[in-house]
């Protein structure tokens, strides 16, 4: 998806909201896009450097994520990463490095993610529940911290 396309559907989203589509939020977007895995605020703050204040990116990470834009992932101590929802990015998982916390998108092949859809329902039956998404995160080391 083009930046452009990608900023129509952003604002239009906002505008739903009753929310602008600042230079902050845009900063924040862009940087998310380009990324290989969900940051966190601090993350984005270095990313980003200076030119947004620590006080404004909170404020639109809460914006983005009030209106959809977002989604926040939560470590097991307790930091929040963001990227961009699913309507936005595509459908993918996370591989997750249990020593230095880096997080890395994974998208599966279409034969895998037919057969993690057919377990997540199966799943779903033997519970008497309807899934209607699934999403999962591999846990281990990543190769700059093997």
């Not at 599966?108 to 037919?114: A, D, I, R, V």
Request: charged letters at 25%; one cysteine or more; aromatic letters at 6%.
């Amino acid at each position: 998806m083009t930046t452009t396309s990608l900023d129509r559907k952003i604002d239009t989203r906002l505008k739903e909201h009753d929310a602008r589509y600042t230079r902050g939020r845009r900063l924040v977007v862009t940087t998310l896009a380009g990324s290989d895995g969900p940051k966190s605020a601090g993350e984005l703050h270095a990313d980003i450097g200076s030119t947004i204040p620590l006080s404004s990116l909170y404020r639109s990470l809460a914006v983005l994520e009030e209106s959809g834009v977002l989604v926040p992932h939560f470590t097991k101590l307790g930091v929040a990463r963001y990227e961009l929802a699913e309507w936005l990015q595509g459908h993918h998982h996370h591989l997750v490095c249990l020593h230095c916390g880096a997080v890395e998108d994974l998208a599966l092949p279409q034969s895998y993610e037919e057969r993690v859809r057919e377990l997540v329902e199966e799943i779903g039956s033997t519970v008497s529940f309807t899934p209607v998404n699934h999403a999962f995160e591999i846990e281990g080391i990543c190769s700059r911290c093997a």
